[in-house]
């Protein structure tokens, strides 16, 4: 079974500053997407960026990059030039290549603090 | 284009009380997706449709909940009788269904049982 982990419960970032978000995931195929999704206090979650396993190139979204390492099974989330509007809880999810199940972690708090 | 659309937002019932909360995703979207989500936590998975037919319903505590999406499109999730425990936010979601596709939430449902 998949499993998402999240083994950061809470993180704080200066403004202005960089802060990466941690998450690994247990999969034993080798086709795969994983995304990173935002949930501000307004409980609307938002995608923020995805990533094919194929594909060795890290996605980047503006501000918003990642750190895929495929053989340790890790994706982290970097947010550049951190602003208020960062501050939510961010889950990582892992979606296999066939089929439409999604799994998530348990979540990320961060914090940006002016 | 429009997103995915949950009603009620709020509700606030009290236990043994039947609640019902509805779904439209975005047009076009034959996967859909009923989550729960405890504070704090990540969201966990109920129920999801491929087009009319439930595929994965494993979740879904049959006792007391119940789901339909008749015509393939718009979606009822239903707990009959509410419990305290079932306090949490739903969440509604959609995707189109196809390889590495992604799911977009809808606002969420926030439910207090007393």
């Known amino acids: 079974a998949q499993t998402v982990t999240q083994s950061q419960p809470e993180m704080s970032v200066q403004e202005a500053e960089t802060v990466t978000l941690s998450c690994t995931y247990d999969?034993?195929?080798?086709?795969?997407?994983l995304f990173w999704y935002k949930q501000p206090p307004s409980r609307q979650m938002i995608l923020v960026i995805r990533?094919?396993?194929?594909?060795?190139q890290n996605a980047t979204e503006n501000r918003f990059s990642v750190n895929f390492q495929k053989a340790a099974k890790s994706f982290s989330l970097k947010i550049s030039d951190s602003q208020l509007g960062d501050a939510a809880m961010y889950f990582c999810a892992y979606r296999r290549n066939t089929g439409n199940q999604f799994y998530f972690g348990t979540g990320t708090s961060l914090t940006v603090i002016p | 284009e429009a997103g995915v659309v949950q009603s009620p937002r709020y509700k606030i019932i009290e236990k043994k009380q039947p609640v019902a909360f509805w779904c439209n995703p975005i047009s076009g979207h034959n996967t859909l997706y009923w989550y729960l989500q405890n504070l704090g936590q990540g969201p966990e998975l109920l129920i999801r449709?491929?087009?009319?037919?439930?595929?994965?319903d494993s979740q879904l505590p049959k006792d007391r909940f119940s789901a339909e999406r008749l015509k393939g499109v718009d979606s009822t999730l239903k707990i009959q009788p509410a419990e305290l425990g079932d306090s949490a936010v739903y969440l509604c979601?959609?995707?189109?269904?196809?390889?590495?596709?992604?799911?977009?939430f809808g606002p969420g449902t926030r439910l207090l049982v007393l």
């Open positions: 449709y491929e087009n009319e037919e439930a595929v994965d």
């Open positions: 979601a959609s995707s189109v269904s196809g390889m590495g596709e992604t799911q977009y």
């Open positions: 990533q094919e396993a194929y594909k060795q």
């Open positions: 999969t034993s195929e080798s086709d795969y997407y």
